[in-house]
């Protein structure tokens, strides 16, 4: 197997145990929403309820509603479409080829890069629909038989491509974001409480065990989509950008397309991912796994296909001045200096220098340029896609039709509006699916954790975690500085004095110590830390074990005693045993 | 199988017992016991429980509900006895004359079901060989208009007919003896019958006419002289009263002489747009028209001297931009150098360049001596006097100018108009009737006619609408549409014509003349089938026309023939000199008078709107003016130099408003928009009359007021409607043109403008033009470069056409291949065309506000493109081009050259459409049109957007029901629909439309040759556009038909193919235009090394397409040349 050298960042920081990974995952799922997530998704869901406000008025009314005219048919309709697709590419190129080539930082982000996908490949398969004149009549584009009343369809048409492209994209894309769910759901199953929850993840685990036979099924499938999907990634967007590649529109038809188009995907795609996880490292507290490293990866992938697109805008206008036809030309010229000059800057600028600045490792490491750089790329990636479609059919052939592109608030509403849905989906996915891979995560603990990889790194810390690992409230925190306080022999000396008179815990079948009145999650595992993990444990307390445990944990003297755990831990040993 | 097996229901019936034969008469043949099951106590005593009557309760309520539902009306109702005639699904045409008081036409009306619902020219009789204008294709709509009045109306209140007319003809009669004079006012009358029977209300109302009759050079000519206190006083919005007051001067005759254009090999034109509206535009046009061809025995060489951009002057030869205040100047130079005599007192202030062009044209009029024509735009008796000197003294009264052949049109007089609203003030006038006339809107002095005609007893109005005048009167007499009518006309000289009506009155109206024949006692009305008018025109035929003519033996044939023809081909006098007698020096005085100004006003009419008769037509109203392309609106056109001088906004689009200034002249002030204009002369400005009518919310129909974003009116500060621009008929108090000052306005206005771009960026293969000397000296290579591409190893020089990426469509030689041809040389931008296509196709009308979005729906556009300062003529690129670029090509010339090119679906071979779109809703047939299915589309608008030619139309909305378009499209009202043309689909929400080469017409004659057993004779295909040209530009028909007009112009070598590099292979053709003109820089660009350059530019074009179709040949492309 990969072993990595120890000279490498360690992927995941801190001192985390397969336990801790499992916990860190599921606490958001099992505890509370914070305060914040409900700001965030109330936010998104009114932000997406006005979008689909103005979607049923657009086909209430009709396509008029939107700015466009008999020069631009086609204007934020289908900017929005390409720019959600090209979104959605960065989820399975990270799952699917980085996984081919075993490149074990994508674990850290893979789940919420799927996720990610396919939500925007919803946002963005939505815009041909609402796009069409006659939505009603849309299922005509599928090859359906005579009966449903649609005759064949024209296999000819670019769009017919994407229909097939883009459902099978999204479909191949969400089965395996969710045949890798299936262990960590099986995961929050176990270690569910609540009968809704257990009976939701039960069926979303499909019977998942956990067995060996699973596994290597598992790993199988897992290999065998990816290997299906890393050509979806290239098609996908190669057929998109058919759409105006085939047609003789100057501006659109273009061979460059296809490569062009697959980089800007994987660039804007990246880039969406980087705005993504910066939030959800700080919000869920992941610093551990996603952390600068993971970061700076990803900045080098931005880099890398900004370059390309760099190289492609480039190459664009050298053949639009070589080819000498006068439309072509015509067509580049008015990009760069017509009546959308400033949308060309913005592509210009934010797609090919803002990426360059990435060479710089400062920059490239810094957590807040690259956030700021990400939401500067997809703003780029979108007037990219703007000025491809615009500009080139405002202004072609014949200039009796030259005409400009006015949004109107329908276009806006609902291009926001598919903004605030993308996140609502996310939000939702945050709160109620595992946002790290588990099961993959744990697979590279030994190899890349950075207390496995760096054996003794508490003595000599070559690669100090900048990010440290505070996971925990400031109180668990005092106990855990009293527990892991090395400088004090009396301490450690209590604490085997006392486990001696408990007796040795069972750290894999411990219970549930809450269940004692008057210890909560925190206090449990200051007992854990302790050693004391039962009931019987805590039913063997007498007066000088409760005292000994005081001076121990020097937080609630005289507590235990008072609600007496030792009575209490008997009765639940009980109940147990029965 | 047949079967003789019988079944019986049992043995009874076998044996057909009597018990049997009784009971089977019984339906029940047991006795019911009724009584006993009423008397029934366990009936009695069952109770209705509460389930039971919940649930009665919930089904009366449903079935309630249901009931009360409104089940669909289906208004159509079948024939009960099927009328003679109409046949449900074929169409009846009627042969009927257009008549409106300013345009004249032959016409053929289309009915169909009885609804008259297309128009066009009549070729095959009248002198205007089938050429009309928009207006006249446009009018039919106006026959469904909701507002037009239903009832006669006393006061405003809708009444009978009876009592209207024993309220009027006592008030009439209580008027003639009171002393006070009674005013019959009309627009121009050429109806003889109509004049006859004012001679009659005359005599009825104690006038006395004594008349006069003399025959003079074989014409009659009837002098009326009216006595007593009865008049008849004739005045129209467009006066060309100064024509015949020159003639009279000049040679005794109080008339407008005929012009023949096609007998003008220089044709001289100062002011006077002959293609739009001067006197008989549409048979001029057609003349002319008939003289543009370049391979013809000669073709006709125009100058034009005018002061805005006019439709006539931008199709001149030689354009040359004057202000108003020189035509003087011009005249004089031309008098000058060809009769030798200057105007005394009339100073030069003329631009060299102008007085060149003038004395070119000078030249060309002297070398062509009787055979050419000066015309003059000017209502000045001065003028037109010098005019005539100078026609007299080139001999054109022997060719080009017929005075034996009198226009009897416009025969508006001026100084009685004005004597009449100074007796209406002084309170002189006892009645007025009034018909085809609006004078408080059109006439100069409107406010001076409203206010006397308040002091009149008795005001009546023959009118459609309440309209500005009507309104104002006590009595309004409901009129007929024209379509609804019988009349005759006598037009010119000796032409007599009828109309005959196409449709029962839709309401309570009648014709102007059955309402004075009423009045004056010759008939008693008996509602809408009344025939009394028709009798009398019939009787007059009888006693006038039938005895004219050897013809006929018997009346009944002749009358039959002149209706079923609708006009009589006369017996035209042939022109012959006479002398000129008018007086120059006095001319001359009079226009050395005249004093120009730092901004003079031009007043013009449009080719949609004319006189603003029909300004409530939707269809005229969203024509795009032929020159500005402004729909909906009226505007100062002004040159551009002056606009930034004052700094005005040039811009034109979406959300680049324009911005507004204020014309003050004497008391005259309106503010309206101002449009840059490439072409109008620097100092003045232009402003279209017709606009502004309604201004005191008239009821004159809904499409004549301004309507906002969501649809509804506009409503000013005093919640009255918003009018459409501003009324400048004011202005024509100060003749020909007013001295003003234009001072910028506050705020802005949008207008709407179908195209805002103004050039064709030097691009060669959308427009092609050259010179009548390049063209008959040069290869048409050098004109007319076909596209080529290198092919194979040794880079084989192939003609595009040979390429192809797919299969082509098996359509040549295969049954047939419908194509078009397209001459820029005879297209004059007059937009016929384009309403006739609206009207054949129902496109749909969709407002304002829409059309400033760029979101007109016609099938078929004009485009106009104007040459830049670095095109030597439109769509060439000049030296100037190296240096300055494409940003010099972006803005028109301030003096530019012009060209009209119709645009619609050209049907490719290759269509780009076909391929893209996912349904196939668009196909190509296997006669080479590119079809549209509509309910197979979905609406992805790809075909739209992968089409060159921009000529695909998407339904964005549901026009037909949407609130935004209550107020414009005909479509939404019950009455407006009756237009629609039951062959074409009306198409819904969100699907693809355009041009189908009237498909439905083509199938239609399809069906009758195939009825007939024989091929399709060639000219019998014809499409709405093609029908209607005036100057029969557009050719249709089939291009397998190798001996066909179509595919015989479409050989020669003026043919080209717009975008044809592209390689879509379109059915439709262009012929080069060929402008009878020197262009030096043209020449040199087309003939000697301006030709190398240009093809090596097309070699990176080829190479390009190269790549595309895979050979490979770029290494050494750019060397090849």
Not at chain 1, 250 to 263: D, E
Not at chain 1, 487 to 500: A, M, N, V, W, Y
Not at chain 2, 167 to 185: D, M, N, Q, T, Y
Not at chain 2, 352 to 358: D, F, L
């Amino acid at each position: 197997m990969h072993k990595e050298s120890a000279i490498r960042e360690p992927l995941i920081l801190g001192h985390k145990t397969y336990h801790d990974i499992t916990e860190d995952v599921c606490r958001s799922i099992e505890g509370k929403a914070p305060r914040n997530w409900y700001i965030m998704f109330g936010i998104s869901l009114l932000v997406g309820l006005y979008g689909v406000g103005c979607i049923l008025y657009l086909l209430g009314v009709g396509i008029g509603t939107w700015g466009l005219n008999k020069t631009v048919e086609w204007a934020w309709d289908i900017t929005n479409f390409v720019w959600w697709v090209g979104i959605g590419h960065a989820g399975t190129l990270i799952s699917a080829v980085l996984m081919l080539f075993r490149q074990k930082w994508r674990m850290a982000i893979n789940r919420s890069a799927e996720a990610m996908t396919i939500f925007a490949v919803f946002m963005a398969g939505m815009f041909p629909l609402i796009h069409m004149g006659r939505l009603w009549v849309g299922y005509w584009v599928l090859p359906l038989p005579n009966e449903f009343g649609s005759l064949w369809v024209n296999f000819n048409s670019p769009l017919l491509w994407d229909v097939f492209a883009i459902s099978t994209y999204l479909s191949v894309s969400f089965v395996f974001w969710y045949i890798g769910l299936i262990p960590d759901f099986a995961t929050i199953r176990d270690r569910a409480k609540s009968p809704v929850a257990i009976k939701a993840y039960s069926l979303l685990s499909f019977g998942w065990s956990g067995r060996a036979k699973h596994w290597n099924r598992f790993e199988i499938v897992t290999l065998v989509l990816a290997g299906l999907a890393t050509p979806l990634v290239f098609s996908v967007h190669s057929i998109v950008s058919f759409d105006f590649a085939t047609s003789v529109i100057p501006g659109w038809h273009t061979t460059i397309f296809p490569p062009y188009f697959v980089a800007g995907a994987v660039f804007s795609g990246f880039a969406m991912v980087q705005t993504l996880m910066l939030v959800l490292r700080k919000a869920m507290k992941l610093e551990a796994y996603i952390h600068t490293k993971h970061i700076e990866y990803m900045n080098i992938v931005i880099m890398t296909t900004g370059s390309m697109v760099g190289v492609a805008y480039l190459t664009e206008l050298f053949m639009s001045w070589y080819s000498g036809v006068e439309y072509e030309a015509y067509a580049f010229l008015n990009r760069a200096t017509g009546p959308y000059w400033w949308a060309y800057m913005c592509m210009m600028t934010f797609n090919v220098v803002s990426p360059q600045l990435m060479w710089f490792k400062r920059l490239r490491r810094s957590l807040m340029f690259t956030f700021f750089i990400s939401i500067v790329v997809n703003t780029g990636m979108w007037f990219e896609r703007f000025v491809i479609i615009v500009t080139s059919i405002h202004q072609d052939y014949l200039p009796s039709s030259w005409s400009m592109f006015y949004p109107t608030w329908v276009d806006i509403g609902v291009y926001v509006g598919t903004i605030g849905l993308f996140f609502m989906f996310y939000m939702a996915y945050v709160r109620y699916f595992p946002v790290l891979a588990i099961a993959e995560v744990k697979t590279i603990l030994k190899s890349s954790g950075e207390s496995y990889k760096n054996g003794s790194a508490e003595l000599h810390t070559p690669a100090k975690p900048k990010v440290e690992t505070v996971v925990e409230n400031i109180e668990s925190k005092k106990v855990e500085d009293v527990v892991s306080d090395k400088s004090d022999e009396d301490h450690s000396e209590k604490i085997s004095s006392l486990i001696s008179k408990l007796g040795v815990g069972d750290a894999l079948n411990k219970d549930d110590l809450k269940l004692v009145s008057g210890v909560g999650p925190k206090l449990e595992s200051v007992l854990n830390g302790i050693g004391i993990y039962t009931f019987e444990q805590v039913s063997k307390m007498t007066k000088p074990e409760y005292d000994l445990m005081d001076s121990i944990t020097k937080t609630f003297p005289g507590r235990a005693e008072r609600d007496d755990w030792a009575a209490q831990a008997k009765v639940l040993m009980n109940n147990k045993n029965n | 199988m047949g079967t003789n097996r019988k079944y019986w229901k049992g043995l009874e019936e076998l044996n057909q017992t009597p018990e049997f034969l009784e009971n089977s008469k019984n339906e029940f043949p047991e006795e019911l016991s009724v009584n006993e099951f009423l008397a029934d106590e366990k009936l009695a005593e069952s109770s209705t429980g509460r389930r039971d009557f919940l649930k009665f309760l919930g089904f009366s309520v449903a079935a309630a509900t249901l009931a009360a539902c409104e089940a669909p009306v289906i208004k159509a109702v079948p024939y009960v006895v099927k009328p003679e005639n109409v046949t449900p699904g074929m169409p009846t045409w009627y042969a009927s004359t257009y008549y409106d008081g300013s345009s004249y036409a032959s016409i053929l009306v289309k009915t169909r079901e009885g609804r008259p619902i297309y128009i066009k020219g009549n070729r095959d009789h009248g002198f205007e060989n089938g050429a009309i204008n928009p207006r006249i294709s446009a009018s039919v709509l106006s026959l469904y208009d909701s507002e037009r009045l239903q009832n006669p109306t006393i006061d405003g209140v809708d009444t009978t007919w009876s009592s209207f007319d024993a309220s009027v003809s006592k008030e009439l009669s209580s008027a003639a003896s009171s002393g006070k004079k009674i005013v019959l006012l009309s627009g121009t009358e050429i109806s003889p019958s109509t004049e006859s029977i004012i001679k009659e209300f005359k005599t009825k109302f104690g006038g006395d006419t004594t008349s006069t009759t003399e025959l003079v050079d074989g014409v009659e000519v009837v002098t009326e002289t009216s006595t007593g206190n009865i008049e008849h006083v004739q005045y129209d919005a467009i006066s060309y009263n100064g024509i015949r007051q020159a003639n009279l001067e000049s040679f005794g005759k109080n008339i407008i002489p005929d012009y023949d254009f096609t007998k003008a090999k220089t044709i001289v034109s100062v002011g006077a747009d002959f293609m739009n509206n001067w006197l008989l535009s549409g048979q001029f046009t057609n003349q002319y028209g008939q003289r543009r061809n370049p391979d013809g025995e000669w073709m006709s060489k125009y100058f034009h001297f005018e002061s805005n951009m006019s439709i006539s002057g931008s199709n001149a030869d030689v354009r040359g931009m004057i202000k108003p205040s020189q035509i003087g100047e011009v005249l004089s130079i031309l008098h000058k150098e060809i009769t030798g005599s200057a105007l005394a007192g009339v100073a030069s202030t003329l631009d060299a360049k102008v007085v060149a062009k003038v004395k070119d044209a000078a030249n060309e009029l002297k070398a062509n001596k009787a055979e050419s024509l000066l015309i003059c735009g000017s209502n000045d008796k001065s003028m037109q006097v010098v005019v005539n000197s100078i026609n007299s003294a080139l001999n054109n009264y022997s060719s080009t100018i017929n005075l034996n052949n009198p226009i009897n049109l416009f025969k508006s007089e001026d100084d009685k108009m004005s004597a009449l609203i100074k007796e209406m003030n002084a309170g002189k006038v006892g009645a007025i009737v009034m018909w085809n006339t609006n004078p408080t809107y059109s006439h100069e002095n409107g406010d001076a006619f409203n206010t006397g005609l308040a002091k009149i007893k008795t005001s009546v109005s023959i009118s459609q609408f309440a309209d500005e005048t009507a309104s104002n009167c006590k009595f309004v007499a409901a009129e007929n549409n024209a379509l609804e009518s019988w009349n005759d006309f006598n037009p010119k000289g000796n032409v007599y014509a009828i109309a005959q009506p196409t449709i029962r009155p839709l309401f309570e109206t009648r014709s102007a003349a059955e309402s004075l024949m009423t009045w004056a006692g010759m008939s008693e009305f008996s509602g809408k089938d009344s025939s009394s008018f028709h009798d009398y025109i019939k009787t007059m035929w009888e006693k006038y026309g039938f005895p004219k003519q050897t013809k006929y033996s018997s009346f009944k044939s002749f009358w039959a023939n002149a209706v079923h023809n609708s006009t009589d081909d006369a017996n035209v006098l042939a022109a012959t000199a006479t002398t000129f007698n008018g007086n120059i020096s006095t001319a001359a005085k009079t226009i050395a008078a005249v004093k120009g100004g730092d901004f003079e006003v031009i007043t013009y009419t449009k080719s949609a709107i004319g006189d603003g008769k029909m300004a409530s037509n939707p269809w005229l109203q969203e024509m795009p003016d032929s020159i500005t392309k402004v729909t909906w609106d009226n505007y100062i056109t002004m040159s551009p130099a002056d606009m930034k001088a004052a700094g005005y906004s040039e811009e034109l689009g979406q959300e680049s408003p324009s911005s507004l200034a204020t014309i003050v002249s004497g008391d005259v002030t309106f503010t309206l928009p101002v449009f840059p204009q490439p072409g109008q002369m620097p100092g003045t400005v232009g402003v279209a009359l017709g606009y502004g009518r309604g201004k005191n919310n008239e009821k004159i129909g809904k499409s004549a007021y301004q309507t906002g974003e969501y649809g509804a009116f506009l409503e000013d500060e005093n919640g009255k409607r918003v009018t459409i621009g501003a009324n400048a008929y004011p202005l024509l108090a100060n003749g020909d043109f007013s001295v003003a000052t234009i001072t910028k306005a506050e705020g802005v206005y949008n207008l709407a403008c179908t195209q805002t771009h103004s050039t064709v960026m030097g691009r060669n293969s959308i427009v092609k033009e050259t010179t009548l000397d390049i063209y008959k000296t040069e290869d048409a290579g050098v004109y007319n470069h076909q596209h080529t591409l290198h092919t194979g190893w040794n880079h084989d020089e192939k003609p595009i056409a040979e390429f192809n990426l797919w299969d082509e469509h098996p359509v040549e030689n295969v049954g047939h291949r419908w194509g078009m041809s397209i001459d820029l040389n005879t297209c004059i931008g007059c937009s016929a065309c384009l309403i006739s296509c609206q009207s054949e196709n129902n496109v749909p009308v969709v407002g304002k506000d829409e059309v400033r979005r760029g979101r007109e729906m016609h099938w078929l556009r004009i485009d106009r493109y104007y040459a830049s300062d670095i095109e030597p003529t439109v769509g060439t690129k000049g030296k100037e081009f190296a240096e300055e670029g494409f940003a010099g090509l972006q803005d028109a010339s301030n003096d530019p050259k012009v060209i009209h090119m119709p645009m619609m679906c050209h049907h490719c071979n290759h269509a780009p459409c076909e391929t893209v779109c996912p349904v196939a809703a668009t196909t190509h047939s296997n006669e080479g049109l590119n079809m549209m299915s509509y309910n197979r589309c979905i609406g992805t608008r790809y075909c739209g957007n992968n089409c060159p030619y921009k000529v695909r139309r998407f339904n964005w909305f549901n026009y037909p029901s949407y609130r935004k378009f209550t107020e414009v499209n005909p479509a939404q009202d019950d009455l407006g629909r009756m237009v629609l043309n039951p062959d074409v689909v009306v198409r819904t929400r969100g699907v693809m439309e355009k041009c189908s080469l009237c498909v439905q017409k083509l199938q239609a004659t399809k069906l009758v040759a195939k009825k007939e057993g024989r091929a399709i004779i060639d000219g019998e295909i014809s499409t709405a556009c093609s029908e209607v040209c005036p100057t029969n530009a557009i050719t249709v028909g089939d291009w397998n038909d190798t001996k066909s007009l179509v595919r015989k112009v479409t050989t020669e070598k003026r043919a080209y193919q717009a975008l044809e590099e592209i390689g879509i292979k379109p059915n439709v053709w262009y012929q080069v235009k060929v402008r009878n003109e020197k262009n030096e820089a043209l020449a040199e660009l087309q003939t000697s090394h301006g030709h190398a350059a240009e093809h090596h530019e097309e070699a990176h074009g080829e190479h390009e397409a190269d790549l595309e179709t895979g050979h490979d040949s770029h290494d050494d492309a750019p060397a090849h040349h």
